[in-house]
């Protein structure tokens, strides 16, 4: 039996989440917004610091486990906004101190991919959109490789700055999409797509400049932008499916939770000569949280895998800019 307390601290959401032998017991979170203007990383650290305690407490209860049945503790420890990821270090020392017990440091992409095999999916290509994140990603001669991804900007953080310059808060990813259910013309945008990559910088100024000439309403723009970029990711999830012959798209991100986003990833997957399943995990588990970084943690303090204890901790650092394709993989 092993139980683990996981900490998601990379960006804009505080997550501790207590897995016990790969089963979810407790999945609490706490997401910091903003009325107007994107993130503000110190002050998105302040909100996860301020939260720890309330959430510790939260999920604890939740999970009806003692404290001290904690086995580790594991913690994103990158990429992300390193103000953000500093709180979870600290708070997943100052833990690993009074409980006597090890910390695992955990990628946070790769633990939304693991976590998504909670659906069923084995093997997966994964659609890996999130704010900051625009990645595919699949498992291949002993490491997680990154098959395609944006070349500039994250596609939540793109919808985001669509949102805000067109007078929306954060997140702007809900809005757009209701907004979008009420477009009735589709307006030409530029597709870019190029080889496995995308790039969406040069959509986004097109875009600011369709609302700047007043000739379109919201809900046409919000429509086209789904329909062109959400087929931009189709198209290269489409391409790395084929290219490793995998059978299973698997979607992770908070991007993800877009019904229509879904709706033509299932369409794809549906017309592919070769049959492809369709997996796609319920929204608690789609965006940032403390509970797929217990998941993988727990899977690696199985394998002994990037383990932190008394006589090695003060090594332990956060990883800001670390990449999927670094990560060892010694527990498949
Ligand atoms: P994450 O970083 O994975 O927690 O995801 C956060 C991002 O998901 C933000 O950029 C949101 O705008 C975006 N998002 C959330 N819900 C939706 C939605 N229904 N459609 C599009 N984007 C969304
Ligand atoms: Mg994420």
């Known amino acids: 039996m092993t139980i ?9 959401t505080f997550g501790i989440g207590i897995v016990k032998d790969g089963k979810i017991l407790a999945n609490v979170r706490d997401m910091y917004t903003t009325e107007q203007g994107g993130i503000i990383p ?6 996860h610091e301020r939260l720890f305690e309330e959430l510790y407490k939260k999920a604890i209860e939740t999970s009806k486990i003692k404290e001290e049945d904690i086995d580790a503790i594991a913690f994103s420890q990158g990429p992300g906004l390193a103000p953000c990821l500093l709180v979870g270090l600290r708070k997943a020392k100052e833990l690993s101190l009074r409980l006597n017990k090890p910390v695992v440091g955990v990628n946070h992409c790769v633990a939304h991919l693991e976590v998504g095999k909670i659906t069923g999916a084995k093997d997966p290509v994964m659609l890996y959109t999130s704010g900051a994140n625009t990645q595919i990603i699949a498992y291949a001669s002993g490491k997680y490789r990154v098959f395609g991804e944006t070349l500039d ?5 793109f919808i985001d700055n669509f949102a805000r310059y ?5 997140p702007g990813g809900p809005a757009i999409e209701k907004l979008a259910k009420e477009g009735k013309d589709y307006i030409e ?12 910088s040069g959509i986004l100024t097109n875009l600011k400049q369709k609302v700047e000439s007043g000739k379109y309403s919201k809900e046409d723009l919000a429509y086209s932008l789904q329909e062109t970029v959400f087929a931009m990711l189709v198209e290269t999830a489409e391409r790395a499916l084929a290219h490793t012959g995998k059978k299973e798209l698997l979607l992770g991100g908070g991007v993800a939770c ?6 033509m990833c299932k369409i794809m997957c549906e017309e592919r000569e070769e049959k492809v399943k369709f997996f ?4 608690s588990l789609l965006v940032d949280n403390g509970a797929m970084i217990a998941f993988l943690g727990e899977i690696m303090f199985n394998a002994n895998s990037n383990i932190f204890t008394k006589e ?3 090594d332990l650092d956060i990883n800001a800019s670390e990449r999927t394709d670094d990560i060892e993989v010694n527990w498949k």
Not at 153 to 157: C, D, K, L
Not at 258 to 263: G, I, K, M, V
């Open 153 to 157: 900007i994250g596609v939540g953080n």
């Open 258 to 263: 877009n019904s229509r986003l879904q709706e």
């Open 166 to 170: 067109s007078g929306i808060g954060f």
């Open 280 to 283: 796609c995990p319920e929204r």
């Open 42 to 47: 110190s002050e998105s650290a302040k909100h």
């Open 189 to 200: 945008l530029p597709y870019k797509v190029k080889g496995m990559d995308i790039t969406l």
């Open 4 to 12: 683990i307390l996981g900490i998601e601290s990379t960006a804009h």
């Open 312 to 314: 090695n901790i003060k």
